[in-house]
């Protein structure tokens, strides 16, 4: 091959040389991953048929989002126009920033939150205003509505929050969508069927209410790479615009009927992490250790300065605990994905070995 030399690369655009890089840490094999969130045991058996079931032959189609679009939003009270399927909660943030969020626009964000809200965000011209949550990491409600200007275009609210756990009332929501009317209200509700509570059925009552869910967490599907967006049609039909038709795979639309039928495996996989959360909990309590209270299948806990030192203590001892130090207001503290009781024993006993090497080490905790 011949040495080329003065190679020129054609430039990205500047916005995206500045973007934020977001690299998600890999997890290993025989570990348990408590640091994604995730259902960590498995999804409906329903799903596995259903994939047993899908042909050769089926793959060589493109995608039909529209038929499993309309049996998902028959399952939640929705008109198909007022609801959209996304490769994942991750999409349809990126969706809904690329059709509303312009140059001088404002993207307004509680913080501590979920990382991609601003990943997103710097990939378009519009301004992140942060409004950072006090010690207490609960949602800051009085200063995000101070902080509500012309140009507020988007206000992202993950309830409930990552990594806190924290939640917003649903009077607080109302409050809010009606103080920004020329704003969308995006409501991430990746977590609701820990919490319990949501205001999906204010859709098309609120016009510049925008609700996401995910499958990624309680249904065990985030492989599948599905999540959904919900609104007014008049906002829908604009993020349907941007949106690719085929960007929701064959085999995930294949899987998500039969995992929206088995309401038995989703509540009983719910009830099992709310036991283990609970007991969890207790554990920590007991072991002196700081959390924030949390409505969602993780916690977050105070380590301090050892934060770097106890997460790979864990790793070590097979447990994947993610540290949260980097984001705003969170140096030392770490949250644990919440899995099943049997699990979560497993992760008090490492956890508190891992302390006690740590304080062995003479480190303040
Ligand atoms: C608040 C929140 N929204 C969205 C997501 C991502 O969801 P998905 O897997 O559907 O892209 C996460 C993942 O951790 C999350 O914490």
């Not at 909660?89 to 969020?101: Q, R």
């Not at 069927?193 to 859709?203: A, R, S």
């Not at 790979?312 to 130090?325: C, E, I, K, N, T």
């Amino acid at each position: 091959m011949t040495e080329v030399v003065n190679v020129q690369y054609p430039e990205p655009r500047a916005r995206v040389q500045a973007m934020m890089e977001y690299h998600p840490p890999l997890g290993c094999r025989d570990t348990l991953r408590l640091d994604f969130n995730e259902n960590t045991l498995a999804c409906s058996p329903r799903v596995r048929d259903a994939l047993g079931r899908i042909t050769a032959g089926s793959l060589t189609r493109y995608p039909e989002r529209e038929p499993v679009e309309a049996i998902v939003a028959a399952h939640l009270g929705l008109a198909p126009a007022q609801l959209a399927l996304t490769n994942g909660v991750d999409e349809a943030i990126h969706v809904l920033f690329e059709s509303f969020l312009d140059e001088g626009d404002e993207l307004l964000l509680p913080v501590p939150t979920y990382t991609m809200y601003e990943v997103y965000a710097s990939a378009t011209d519009a301004r992140v205003v942060s409004v950072l949550a006090d010690d207490s990491l609960q949602f800051p409600f009085e200063r995000l509505l101070a902080a509500i200007t012309p140009r507020t275009k988007i206000i992202a609210l993950a309830n409930p929050n990552s990594p806190s756990g924290s939640v917003a009332t649903r009077a607080q929501l109302l409050e809010l969508a009606a103080r920004a009317p020329h704003a969308v209200l995006l409501v991430d509700e990746a977590y609701f069927h820990f919490h319990g509570e949501t205001v999906l059925d204010l859709i098309g009552k609120i016009p510049n209410l925008i609700v996401a869910r995910t499958f990624s967490k309680a249904y065990g599907l985030a492989g599948l790479r599905l999540g959904l967006l919900a609104g007014p049609i008049e906002l829908m039909r604009w993020v349907k615009r941007v949106l690719s038709p085929y960007s929701v795979n064959s085999l995930a639309l294949a899987c998500l009927p039969p995992a929206l039928e088995d309401t038995a495996y989703l509540d009983w996989y719910v009830s099992e992490v709310l036991a283990a959360r609970t007991e969890f909990e207790a554990a920590l309590d007991k072991s002196g250790i700081r959390r924030w209270p949390s409505r969602a299948n993780f916690v977050l806990i105070e380590i301090g300065a050892l934060h770097k030192e106890f997460t790979r203590l864990m790793s070590a001892a097979g447990v994947l605990v993610r540290d949260r130090s980097s984001d705003p207001g969170c140096d030392g503290r770490v949250r644990i994905t919440i899995g099943t009781r049997e699990q979560m024993r497993q992760a008090a006993a490492t956890l508190s070995e891992a302390l006690s090497a740590l304080r062995i080490k003479g480190g303040s905790l």
